[in-house]
């Protein structure tokens, strides 16, 4: 079942940035009081490119602790304004990177007035792209949570090829046969990576129809994925381009707000994936929650909300 959308409204806020040569608009969804007292939350969905519906139910958070929760889609995904004219690097080069996903957010902080207080929640790419945000020491930031976030792609991506190897080996054969001819669109490579997901990235199966909702509207555009290099040539074992070499390492250490990093088992970023946070950051802590992957928030909702709900509200 999808998450209710009950008590909140959602709006388009515009965006300005020249090299679009177009206008634009941030579509958002907001949960609760933002006139408030209480800090409201900014969650940043992962990808590139994947979209908000599946980070919807830390709407949990406006019901348990009256914490205004906001989702977003950063820019060329779900509701915001997409830009498939982008995709040509000769036309548009250096166009993705992380900078156009800061100035989103930041322009989205103003919009909603709440710029001068608020907390951020990044998931996966969310989380790698608001530690970058935050390594910049933004007026207003309060409290960090990289939610399954690396710290850096080349730590995700070592992960990835780890957890290959674990496949049964008619699999591994197939993913070698795939990626020798390139073909990562073909059913069976589908199926495969499916498996892989399932053991991964969520052990919930049937997928909850949040996540089900971010992939189905993910698939309809796939340029920023694609342009950012997320994965070379559709291989997700591999990345290039400017996702290629993302890493916070060495940065992290000018992130002054307390930072909470939550991670599961055998994820994306799990073990040393998160070691640079931890080593760099001044006020971290660490919460690995037992029996889940990538999605925490789905696999054990109550333990996951309990915990950053408790982070969000302390003294």
């Known amino acids: ?3 209710s959308l009950e008590g909140s409204y959602d709006s388009l806020a515009p965006f300005d940035w020249p090299a679009a040569r177009k ?4 579509w958002y969804r907001v949960f609760g009081d933002l006139s408030s007292s209480v800090t409201p939350l900014v969650c ?3 990808g590139p490119g994947f979209c908000h519906n599946y980070l919807l139910n830390h709407r949990a958070l406006t019901d348990t602790h009256s914490i205004p929760v906001i989702f977003y889609d950063q820019i060329g995904s779900g509701l915001s304004t997409r830009l498939p004219e982008t ?3 000769t036309d548009f080069p250096d166009f993705w990177t992380v900078e156009i996903f800061h100035e989103q957010l930041r322009q989205l902080l103003a919009h909603l007035k709440i710029e001068g207080r608020y907390d951020i929640l990044g998931h996966s790419w969310g989380g790698m792209m608001g530690s970058h945000f935050a390594h910049l020491r933004p007026t207003g930031l309060r409290r960090l949570i990289l939610a399954n976030a690396a710290a850096s792609k080349a730590r995700s991506i070592a992960n990835r090829n780890r957890f290959r190897e674990r496949l049964p080996q008619e699999m591994q054969d197939v993913l070698d046969r795939v990626e ?3 073909a990562w669109s073909s059913e069976e490579a589908g199926v495969v990576m499916t498996e892989f997901a399932k053991r991964h990235a969520c052990t919930m199966f049937p997928f909850p129809e949040d996540v089900m909702a971010s992939i189905r509207v993910s698939g309809e555009d796939t340029t920023v994925c694609d342009a950012i290099g997320d994965a070379l040539d559709g291989n997700p074992f591999k990345s290039s381009g400017y996702m290629g070499s993302w890493t916070i390492e060495g940065k992290a250490k ?3 707000v307390p930072t909470l990093v939550i991670n599961g088992i055998d994820e994306y970023a799990s073990g040393d994936a998160v070691k640079p946070f931890l080593d760099e950051i001044p006020d971290v802590r660490l919460v690995t929650i037992e029996g ?3 999605s925490p928030h789905f696999e054990k909702k109550e333990e996951y909300m309990k915990v950053v709900g408790e982070f969000l509200t302390a003294p």
Request: aromatic content about 0%.
């Open 1 to 3: 079942m999808a998450t």
């Open 23 to 26: 206008p634009l608009q941030t």
């Open 44 to 46: 940043i969905h992962g």
């Open 87 to 89: 995709a040509s690097t």
């Open 180 to 182: 020798k001819e390139n």
């Open 254 to 256: 000018t992130i002054e």
């Open 292 to 294: 889940t992957t990538h």
